[in-house]
């Protein structure tokens, strides 16, 4: 009976996403095993050295693997969208605007610990950034 072949069609640092993703690649009926796991479990620092958690497949399932993973990354958004309204132009397209770290501390430690709950959203569609 001839080895299986498999192949690893991607790397990652962090068990918990290759995990699900191994889950996304079973319910599409695809076989998909998690290589390197215990290390990264056990001293997550090495995670880097030994090139991280691996997600591999059987060779003959890889390019629809690949395809289904792709696709998943194409719905993925490079912003952190937020529920709520532009007040200028009512468009839902808004973001929140992190604080720099140094004005985080020094609200802090001047004005106290509540006002870094306050945040700035700025609409993508007009620019307009307010206080919420």
């Given at each position: 009976?001839?080895?299986?072949?498999?192949?690893?069609?991607?790397r990652g640092t962090v068990i918990w996403?290759?995990?699900?993703?191994?889950?996304?690649?079973?319910?599409?009926?695809?076989?998909?095993?998690?290589?390197?796991?215990?290390?990264?479990?056990?001293?997550?620092?090495?995670?880097?050295?030994?090139?991280?958690v691996g997600l591999r497949v059987y060779?003959?399932?890889?390019?629809?693997?690949?395809?289904?993973?792709?696709?998943?990354?194409?719905?993925?958004?490079?912003?952190?969208?937020?529920?709520?309204?532009?007040?200028?132009?009512?468009?839902?397209?808004?973001?929140?605007?992190?604080?720099?770290?140094?004005?985080?501390?020094?609200?802090?430690?001047?004005?106290?610990?509540?006002?870094?709950?306050?945040?700035?959203?700025?609409?993508?569609?007009?620019?307009?950034?307010?206080?919420?």
């Amino acid at each position: 009976m001839p080895k299986p072949v498999f192949t690893t069609i991607f790397r990652g640092t962090v068990i918990w996403e290759v995990r699900l993703l191994q889950q996304k690649l079973k319910s599409e009926g695809i076989e998909a095993f998690v290589d390197g796991e215990n290390i990264t479990a056990i001293r997550p620092h090495l995670s880097q050295v030994d090139g991280g958690v691996g997600l591999r497949v059987y060779t003959g399932d890889a390019e629809r693997a690949v395809d289904i993973l792709q696709s998943l990354q194409h719905k993925q958004t490079k912003d952190p969208i937020c529920i709520g309204k532009c007040p200028e132009c009512g468009s839902t397209k808004i973001m929140r605007i992190p604080w720099p770290q140094g004005i985080a501390i020094l609200a802090a430690l001047f004005i106290g610990i509540p006002y870094l709950f306050c945040s700035r959203r700025k609409c993508n569609d007009c620019g307009q950034i307010w206080w919420e």
